[in-house]
């Protein structure tokens, strides 16, 4: 799940854009435009009117959307030659899907098993396919040529690719929208400067921050925003 509200405006670190391969800057700026009106007067006002929706509520659909991801996460572990973990994000996914009420409830971590993201980009990455140039996409937002090919493979291994409810699929996936947004209001001030270039900075840096875990690349205000979207 990497629509355009979820990279949106994830994380602040000091990059350079002009190192970034951009070579479609023109479009992709147009592009950003229409993503921004389309966020202001749209999405945005909603995620702020849900948002006063009782937390415990609101824990539970994140929840419920977490536990979703994690056969996603489980094949990618797979992939990537992570055998053990993917034994404990299937098992994640078991446990919180049955005694935690359909993922409604975090069971899993509850008793020690730690989630995880993992998606067919951080995969491709692993191979060693290199990212391509940035990309912005019309309302799915900031991409780079490997991760949007990536996107139908994780398409296909979402749950709600398989329901054959179209409106119980198109209803998952517009909650799933708003939830991740309104999770970002809080940090929505962080944006500074050319919100077009603070963006494209933030996604990339996002990027290499999850193709390494995490793993060296030392940021503390990474670690805390990614501590923020998880346990929100």
Do not use: C
Request: no cysteine.
């Amino acid at each position: 799940m990497r629509i355009f509200f979820v990279v949106f405006i994830l994380f602040f670190l000091p990059l350079h854009a002009e190192d970034i391969n951009d070579p479609f800057e023109d479009i992709n700026r147009i592009t950003f435009e229409f993503n921004e009106s389309l966020d202001r007067n749209f999405l945005k006002p909603v995620a702020q009117a849900y948002s006063k929706t009782p937390k415990p509520v609101k824990k539970g659909i994140t929840n419920f959307f977490n536990n979703l991801e994690e056969v996603e996460t489980t094949v990618n572990q797979v992939l990537q030659g992570k055998p053990e973990l993917a034994i404990n994000d299937f098992s994640r996914f078991l446990i919180n899907s049955t005694i935690g009420l359909g993922g409604l409830i975090d069971v899993a971590t509850k008793i020690g098993l730690t989630r995880h993201e993992e998606d067919f980009d951080q995969t491709l990455a692993l191979w060693g396919v290199p990212t391509g140039p940035y990309i912005m996409l019309p309302a799915l937002g900031p991409s780079s040529l490997r991760d949007t090919l990536s996107r139908p493979f994780s398409s296909f291994l979402s749950v709600t690719f398989h329901m054959t409810e179209t409106d119980v699929n198109i209803a998952l996936k517009g909650i799933d929208a708003l939830e991740t947004r309104e999770r970002l209001l809080e940090i929505e001030s962080l944006i500074y400067g050319d919100r077009y270039n603070f963006v494209k900075d933030s996604y990339i840096q996002y990027l290499e921050y999850e193709v390494k875990d995490g793993i060296d690349v030392g940021d503390e205000f990474l670690d805390d925003m990614d501590d923020f979207l998880i346990d929100q």
